[in-house]
């Protein structure tokens, strides 16, 4: 079977990968530094991947593993079908220590714009637009700042 693979940089362009074969029963680690196209690598401003096959709901299942930069851990991110959510309202809770900073990373994986609006404890709120198949990655600081990376 085969699964392509489409990046997406952060303004929501789409950059078609390398295409993978899979044998039945068959799991493979690859990095996905080795599926986007050379014309791309390096490119630090990827926003979203996705993964395609035809065949069966759910007869091919993909994992992520990102790795922390010089920092011990990771973190595994399933790909799923279609979420199918009930609410238009997300949250998330996190404890932000001194000096520190957290970062909001908004994908929009539809192929229309997304309004957003980001509520924080201070009161404060951001309406950021996400075009379709956008990223946006918004740092939080302490101090309660905001930027970009």
């Known amino acids: 079977m085969d699964v392509n693979s489409t990046f997406y940089a952060v303004e929501g362009n789409s950059v078609p990968g390398r295409s993978v074969t899979l044998r039945p029963a068959e799991v493979q ?3 996905l530094a080795d599926l986007i196209p050379p014309s791309h690598s390096g490119r630090k401003k990827m926003g979203g991947v996705q993964l395609t096959y035809f065949g069966q709901v759910m007869e091919v299942a993909a994992q992520i593993t990102l790795f922390g930069r010089g920092k011990a851990g ?3 991110i399933p790909f799923s079908a279609s979420m ?3 609410s238009n309202v997300q949250e998330a809770v996190w404890w932000l220590p001194e000096k520190g900073e957290a970062t909001i990373i908004l994908g929009n994986a539809s192929n229309v714009a997304v309004a957003v609006n980001l509520r924080y404890s201070t009161g404060e709120s951001q309406d950021v637009l996400l075009d379709p198949l956008a990223t946006e990655v918004i740092v939080r600081r302490r101090d309660n ?3 970009s990376p």
Do not use: M
């Open 29 to 31: 680690h690859i990095h």
């Open 74 to 76: 990771s973190v595994d």
């Open 84 to 86: 199918d959510y009930r």
């Open 145 to 147: 700042t905001s930027g």
